[in-house]
């Protein structure tokens, strides 16, 4: 069973680009290396909070983007109630594509090629496993949540890479990293 990330979806999920829906006095996520703000990739309904993804598009392959935890891109966990936040002027941006699920048959390793990508089930890793461990709760792997493929809305995770997702079960901590 594979639930893939899908435009005009039979059951919404989430939005690709735009802008995010950010609680009241949540801050716009900035670039530890380069100080600028981040563009806005994508955010998906996980356990009734949103998980919210942003990557450094202000200087392409110096922000340390493609790691968890490195700065240079941000995953964070909202809950509450939210409205939806236009976030600064930045080099890169993507319009907004609403998304959703459809259970398919196949393994997603046989589908990854042209499509969004997938909602849980297995990561299809590209180089090996990097599983994230979260850093507040020293318990094991992060739960694997969202997978992005490079293409679709001009996404370009390194080489025509793929973006992996998680969060942790126990606290608010999210993260994400691509491979290519
Ligand atoms: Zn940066
Ligand atoms: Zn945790």
């Known amino acids: 069973m594979t639930l893939l990330l899908e435009p005009e979806p039979a059951v919404p999920i989430g939005l690709l680009g735009g802008d995010p829906l950010l609680p009241n006095g949540v801050g716009w996520p900035t670039c530890v290396s380069c100080d600028g703000a981040m563009t806005h990739i994508g955010q998906f309904g996980v356990d009734e909070k949103l998980l919210t993804l942003f990557q450094c598009n202000n200087d392409p392959g110096m922000c340390a983007d493609w790691e968890p935890f490195g700065g240079g891109n941000a995953a964070v966990l909202l809950s509450g109630p939210t409205v939806r936040t236009a976030g600064p002027p930045v080099p890169v941006s993507f319009p907004a594509l609403p998304v959703g699920v459809r259970e398919v048959p196949q393994a997603y390793e046989d589908l990854r ?68």
């Open 113 to 180: 090629d042209g499509v969004i990508g997938q909602f849980g089930g297995e990561p299809s890793w590209i180089q090996g496993p990097e599983v994230p461990s979260c850093p507040n709760c020293p318990a094991g792997p992060m739960r694997f949540v969202v997978q992005l493929e490079s293409g679709p809305l001009d996404f370009l995770f390194g080489d025509y890479g793929s973006a992996y997702a998680f969060d942790c079960p126990s606290c608010q901590n999210a993260a994400w990293l691509w491979q290519s």
